[in-house]
């Protein structure tokens, strides 16, 4: 699926929904870079998934503006992964292979194999396709940055769908 359709197909769902008219986020400036201080190999890693991932028997996210989060321990077992979007039409794919936007099993990989040090205890994971912006910066990430803080990583993983 090209960008276009994905657009367009973007700006549908939300008409569907009563939104007013889709607006894409532009930043008014460019993310601070932060320079990696310690080896992967010696570090702390976390993940957090735009995927709307959650395990079975949790709470299945809404669709419209969701901005609540999950966290999910680093030793479930995939067949326990599910997934619930605003833009269901791309999880197809992550429900024949969750690892595609929750990549849970290859982290615990390569972790095992000394290419991480270690894996926070949690992963977390959001509905990432919110439509209201202030909602996203009041409510979203504030509680991201609440849970992952407490995990004191030294990396954070970002999986966006």
Same mark, same amino acid.
């Given at each position: 699926? @090209?960008?276009v359709?994905?657009?367009?197909?973007?700006? /549908? +769902?939300?008409?569907? =929904? *009563?939104? %007013?008219?889709y607006?894409?986020?532009?930043?008014?400036s460019? %993310?601070?870079? +932060?320079?990696? +201080?310690k080896p =992967?190999a010696k570090?702390?890693l976390?993940m957090?998934?735009t995927?709307? !991932?959650?395990?079975?028997?949790?709470?299945a996210?809404?669709?419209?503006?969701?901005?609540?989060? &999950?966290a999910i $321990?680093?030793? !479930?077992?995939? /067949?326990?992964?599910?997934?619930?979007?605003? +833009? #269901?039409?791309?999880?197809?794919?992550?429900?024949?292979? %969750?690892g !595609?936007?929750? %990549?849970?099993? @290859?982290?615990t990989?390569?972790q095992?194999e *000394?290419?991480?040090?270690?894996?926070?205890?949690?992963?977390?994971?959001?509905?990432?396709?919110?439509y209201?912006?202030?909602?996203? &910066?009041q #409510?979203?990430? $504030?509680?991201? /940055? /609440?849970?992952? #803080?407490?995990?004191e990583?030294?990396?954070? =993983?970002l999986?966006p =769908?």
């Open positions: 699926m @090209s960008l359709q994905y657009i367009q197909r973007t700006k /549908e +769902t939300y008409d569907k =929904l *009563g939104y %007013p008219a607006r894409w986020f532009h930043a008014e460019a %993310p601070a870079f +932060t320079k990696v +201080t =992967l570090s702390r976390g957090i998934s995927a709307g !991932t959650y395990i079975q028997g949790q709470v996210y809404y669709y419209q503006d969701d901005t609540s989060i &999950r $321990p680093n030793d !479930t077992r995939v /067949e326990k992964i599910r997934f619930s979007h605003i +833009t #269901e039409n791309y999880l197809a794919e992550a429900r024949q292979d %969750p !595609t936007v929750f %990549p849970l099993e @290859s982290l990989i390569l095992q *000394g290419v991480i040090g270690e894996l926070a205890q949690n992963y977390y994971s959001c509905m990432g396709g919110i209201s912006q202030n909602r996203v &910066r #409510e979203l990430i $504030p509680n991201l /940055e /609440e849970v992952v #803080e407490k995990q990583l030294d990396l954070l =993983l999986v =769908l």
